[in-house]
Nanobody
Framework: QVDLAESGGGLVQAGGSLRLPCTASGASPRSYALGWFRQAPGKKREFVAGVSWSGDIEYSESVKGRFTISRDNDQNTVDLQMNDLKPDDTGVYYC???????????????WGQGTQVTVSS
C-alpha cells in the first residue's frame, strides 16, 4: 500500500517549464515503481514517464527529450521536470505507483489525486 501526493500544476505559456513533485508514503514506498500518467479532456489516460525502484526509466515518445523524471529514494519522492511545454501537454497529471515495473506503465494500482497542467499558446 502506498499513498501518493502530487502538486506543482498550473498555467504556463508554451515553451515554458513546470516541475511536478510527488511524495510516496506507506509501509514500503521504496519497493514501488513510480511515475506519471496524464489525461486530456475527452482523451483516455496515457503513460507519461516512470522510474523503477532501482532507477530504470521510460518515457512516452511524445515527451522524450523534453521531460525528465527523477527519484530520490531517501526522501521517497519522484519529480517530473517538464520543459518546452506545448498546448498538447495540457491535462490532469497523476502520480502513480505499482509494485510491478511493467504494470506501472500500463495499469498502475495506485494513483494520486491529480494536478491540472494548462499550457497556453
Amino acid at each position: 500500500q502506498v499513498d501518493l501526493a502530487e502538486s506543482g500544476g498550473g498555467l504556463v505559456q508554451a515553451g515554458g517549464s513546470l516541475r511536478l513533485p510527488c511524495t510516496a508514503s506507506g509501509a514500503s514506498p521504496r519497493s514501488y515503481a513510480l511515475g506519471w500518467f496524464r489525461q486530456a479532456p475527452g482523451k483516455k489516460r496515457e503513460f507519461v514517464a516512470g522510474v523503477s525502484w532501482s532507477g530504470d526509466i521510460e518515457y512516452s515518445e511524445s515527451v522524450k527529450g523534453r521531460f525528465t523524471i527523477s527519484r530520490d529514494n531517501d526522501q521517497n519522492t519522484v519529480d517530473l521536470q517538464m520543459n518546452d511545454l506545448k498546448p498538447d501537454d495540457t491535462g490532469v497529471y497523476y502520480c502513480v505507483g505499482d509494485l510491478s515495473w511493467s504494470t506501472l506503465r500500463k495499469r498502475p494500482d495506485y494513483w494520486g489525486q491529480g494536478t491540472q497542467v494548462t499550457v497556453s499558446s
